[in-house]
């Protein structure tokens, strides 16, 4: 059941039992309303026909009597008058068949100047006048008897219940209208007032439980629900606070536990690139020391020492290039050179592999504000990773050219190959220092990386694009004004 709906019956309820108790209050003050009408009715016609009766009474004039009974006892609303005895026996009446009956004990009155008789079975009520002995009386009469008997006037009360059946109808009609107008403005009341911000604020619960920590309830009044929703809304907001929290430490401990991981893939491989030209080295060396050998063996194993040696060189040159990154030392440069000189440099690979070359230029390049020898590692280190990505042979396009973009005027190279592409997992972890998904021994990682902290620092970017079992497209946009 709806908070709506428990609202309108509850309100409904109170409402209805209000109406009932003023409907029951109203109805029993209209009965006794008609009720005392009632009774001055009684009264008034036993006055008029009191003094009707005296006359004759004292002239003797019974006829005349029953007579004046019998006109009054006409009156619609009469529902008997008749003289009784101090006894209770009926001595006249407008009703002829009744005379000579006595009383029953609930007829009579109880004391000399009765209150009035009411008979709820007949539905009357019953007015008893004593008949008192007068002066005038003593002829008929003896002195000693001071009532000679009593004046019933007794009147029909079906006015009063009809009148009190149409009130309780009208009232409960009344009561039922009140309670269905009092259920629509209540529900329009609380849709207004109240039920919408209820609804806003479910509607944001439901939002928040679903994780959206940015949800907030509107707070445009100061009242309870107002009240509520600041708290909400205060909860809510360090809630977000103790998720970012949680999810900056894991993402710490990712990025430490990657970096570990990264780290130990990149000593395995740096043991590998100096242990394999050491073991060579201390074999070479090994044979030198047992003796003189000719001349040519001589000079082939110093040859082996001076090569592993290099190589040893080299890894530790890239691990020192990596640890500090050198200034750019920037000059006018020109990219078609540079960029013909590196796809030379690769001829062997890409015959070995079987991939072909395409390369489009520009005509007429504009000359760069940067560093060549940087810049050529930069490439090297992406045509070598295109090469390494289409082992079993495919086509490696180098493209150059003008591009404007937001921030000005640049000049993009991209390197497209036609590979296996860069798993999703991968890619956003392809320029993190370490990361590498070479064997052992056939990378540091550091490649990329290098190449990123470059891009970098000549103000440009380096973006991705690929698609598994596609390829791959590397974009490096540099700045014509250098940066």
Known sequence: MTLRLRMILGIGTILFVVILAYALIAVRSQTSYLQSLARHEAELIATVAERALARAMERGETETVQAILTRIGQYAVLAG???????????????????????????MPRRLMPGPVWDHREQTVGIFRPVLNGPSCTGCHSPAQSTLGFLSVRVLLPAIHSEGSRQ????????????????????????????RRIDALSHTISRVEAGDFAARVPQDSSDELGRLGRSFNAMVARLADA????????????????????????????????????AGMQNCVRTLLRGPRDEAQRSQYLEMLREGLERIGQTVRHLLNFARESKPQKVETDLTPLLTRCLTLLEHDTAERR?????????????????????????????????????????????AGR????????????????????PPQDLPRIFDPFFTTKEVGKGTGLGLSVSYGIVRAHAGSIDVDTKVGRGTVVTVALPLNGG
Do not use: C, Y
């Not at 000593?267 to 050491?278: D, K, L, R, W, Y």
């Not at 000049?411 to 497209?416: D, P, Q």
């Open 403 to 422: 591009w404007r973009r937001e921030t000005g005027q640049f000049l993009e190279v991209r390197v497209t190959d036609t590979g296996g592409g860069i």
């Open 81 to 107: 008058i008749r003289i009784v005895d101090p006894d209770g026996k009926i001595l006249r009446s407008n009703r002829p068949e009744e005379i000579g009956r006595v009383l029953s004990a609930e007829e």
């Open 243 to 278: 998720r970012r929290q949680l999810e900056d430490r894991h993402a710490d401990e990712m990025r430490r536990a990657q970096t570990l991981a990264s780290l130990g893939q990149m000593v395995a491989g740096i043991a590998h690139e100096i242990n394999n030209p050491i």
């Open 355 to 399: 991939i072909s070359i395409s390369l489009r230029l520009e005509p007429d390049l504009p000359r760069l504000w940067a560093d060549p020898h940087q810049l050529e590692q930069v490439f090297l280190n992406i045509l070598m990773n295109a090469l390494e990505a289409m082992p079993g042979g495919g086509t490696l396009t180098v493209e």
């Open 168 to 195: 309780w109808v009208s009232l409960m009609l009344a009561a039922v209208a009140s309670l269905v107008a009092a259920g629509a403005l209540i529900a329009a009341f609380f849709t207004l007032v109240i039920g």
